[in-house]
């Protein structure tokens, strides 16, 4: 039985398709690092190591009942019809997308931990391990490194499957977590471990 759970974290359509209402925000910056084809890789290699998959996704109830009204993050996402759960927007990148066996744990705020299954389904498969990557490295990575950290879980950054909207908001994120979590390239990770 393996120890270690592989998050893959808001690669939706919203956020990361062209097509999506983040395109123009994250799309160049992950072409420029070809972080899908990465996160891809990463994937086959966790799954052939034995390592458990999951996916985090941010999604809201239709009526938008479940999203902070106050809160800078979210707070358009009712306006634009964001994140709706049951939408194109909420589906993970096609080229990502899970196998019926993955977890699909739905957020409602930036954590990946915060109101969601994600720790106990952590704890009734004695995982002890996470390994992080997706969109944004400063919000649901840099939120989830933090809180897996707190929750003491080794933890693993994969730096060149994460994006910020800039290169720069991406590497001061990666700054910032270097004090909590290991960060690493997908190549050198072994996801058996």
């Known amino acids: 039985m393996t120890s270690t759970l592989f998050l893959v974290m808001d690669m939706l359509n919203d956020l990361v398709h062209p097509d999506g209402a983040g395109g123009k925000s994250y799309v160049p910056q992950m072409a420029a690092r ?26 809201f109830a239709p009526d938008y009942k479940d999203c902070p009204a106050s809160s800078p993050v979210f707070s358009k996402a009712r306006e634009n019809g964001l994140f709706k759960l049951g939408s194109w927007g909420t589906e993970v990148l096609e080229a990502l997308a ?21 720790e106990p389904a952590l704890r009734a498969r004695g995982i002890t391990r996470l390994i992080l990557s997706g969109v944004s490295t400063n919000g649901v990575v840099h939120a989830g490194a933090r809180e ?46």
Do not use: Q, W
């Not at 899908?36 to 458990?52: E, N, Q, S, W």
């Not at 019926?100 to 109101?115: A, I, L, M, Q």
């Not at 897996?148 to 700054?175: S, W």
């Open 34 to 59: 070809d972080v899908v084809g990465r996160t891809r890789a990463a994937i086959d290699k966790a799954r052939a190591a034995g390592a458990l998959i999951g996916y985090v996704r941010v999604g």
């Open 98 to 118: 899970p196998e019926p066996e993955d977890f699909d744990f739905v957020k409602h705020r930036v954590s990946p931990f915060y109101g969601t299954a994600l």
């Open 148 to 193: 897996a950290h707190d929750r003491d879980y080794a933890c693993i950054v994969l730096e060149d499957c994460c994006a910020g909207a800039t290169a720069e908001e991406h590497d001061n994120a990666l700054r910032s977590m270097a004090r909590f979590v290991s960060i690493k390239a997908s190549t050198d990770v072994d996801f058996a471990g």
